[in-house]
C-alpha cells in the first residue's frame, strides 16, 4: 500500500528565509508525486506534481520539490518565503489508476 | 462559477442524527472524490467515483457512510446516526478523468460538527 510522511507537523519560517517542507513516500512502482496547499478557510490548490523526467519540478508560487529515488523523498522548497505562504501544505502520492494517498499535513507559519 | 461547490458549508448536528452533503463538480469532469479531513489528521480518502459508478469506496470508515453520484454530477455523501467522532471537514474534488493523471480540483469543504 502507498503512504506518505511528513515529518514536521509545524515549521516557522522567517519571511525572506528559505523554506524545505519534507516528504518521504513508499510505493512499489514508480510514484506519482503532488504537493498540494491549504490556505486558511480555502479549498486546496495544486502547486506542482511530478510524473516522470526531470527530477526538479516547477510550480506556481514560486515553488519547486526536487524528486530523489534513492531517498524516496518529494521535498518542497522555495528560496524565500512571503508571508502570504502561510498555510498548510500536504504532499501526495498516486499511480496512473489508483486515487492519491495524501501525508497529514505541515503546517508553515512565517514570522516577520 | 467554474470551480467545485459543496454544501452546506458548516453543519451541525446532534448525535444519532442523519445528514447528508452535496458535492456539484466542475462541469464535465468524469471523476469525482470525498475525503475527510480530521485535525492532525490530514486528508482521509472516502470514496471515489467515475461517472455514477464506484470503483472504490475502501476509504468508507463504516457501514453508516453511503454516497452516490446521480447523472454523472452532482454526489451526496450520506452519513447516518452521526457520531461525534464524525466530525470533520469533508472535502470533495474532481478531475477530468480517474487516476492520479488528472488534477484534482477541490471544493472549499463542509465543515460537520456532531454534538
Known amino acids: 500500500a502507498q503512504s506518505v510522511t511528513q515529518p514536521d507537523i509545524h515549521i516557522t519560517v522567517s519571511e525572506g528565509a528559505s523554506l524545505e517542507l519534507r516528504c518521504n513516500y513508499s510505493y512499489g512502482a514508480t510514484p506519482y508525486l503532488f504537493w498540494y496547499v491549504q490556505s486558511p478557510g480555502q479549498g486546496l490548490q495544486l502547486l506542482l506534481k511530478?510524473?516522470?523526467?526531470?527530477?526538479l519540478v516547477q510550480g506556481i508560487k514560486g515553488f519547486e520539490a526536487e524528486f530523489k529515488r534513492s531517498q524516496s523523498s518529494f521535498n518542497l522548497r522555495k528560496p524565500s518565503v512571503h508571508w502570504s505562504d502561510a498555510a498548510e501544505y500536504f504532499c501526495?502520492?498516486?499511480?496512473?489508476?489508483?486515487?492519491?494517498?495524501f501525508g497529514k499535513g505541515t503546517m508553515l507559519l512565517v514570522s516577520p | 462559477g467554474a470551480g467545485v461547490s459543496q454544501s452546506p458549508s458548516n453543519k451541525v448536528t446532534e448525535k444519532g442524527k442523519d445528514v447528508e452533503l452535496r458535492c456539484d463538480p466542475i462541469?464535465?469532469?468524469?471523476?469525482l472524490y470525498w475525503y475527510r479531513q480530521s485535525l492532525g489528521q490530514g486528508l482521509e480518502f472516502l470514496i471515489y467515483f467515475q461517472g455514477n459508478s464506484a470503483p472504490d469506496k475502501s476509504g468508507l470508515p463504516s457501514d453508516r457512510f453511503s454516497a452516490e453520484r446521480t447523472g454523472g454530477s452532482v454526489s451526496t455523501l450520506t452519513i447516518q446516526r452521526t457520531q461525534q467522532e464524525d466530525s470533520a471537514v469533508y472535502l470533495c474534488a474532481s478531475s477530468l478523468g480517474g487516476g492520479s493523471l488528472d488534477e484534482q480540483f477541490f471544493g472549499p469543504g463542509t465543515r460537520l460538527t456532531v454534538l
Open positions: 501526495a502520492v498516486g499511480a496512473e489508476y489508483s486515487t492519491l494517498t
Open positions: 511530478y510524473f516522470s523526467g526531470d527530477t
Open positions: 462541469s464535465g469532469h468524469t471523476a
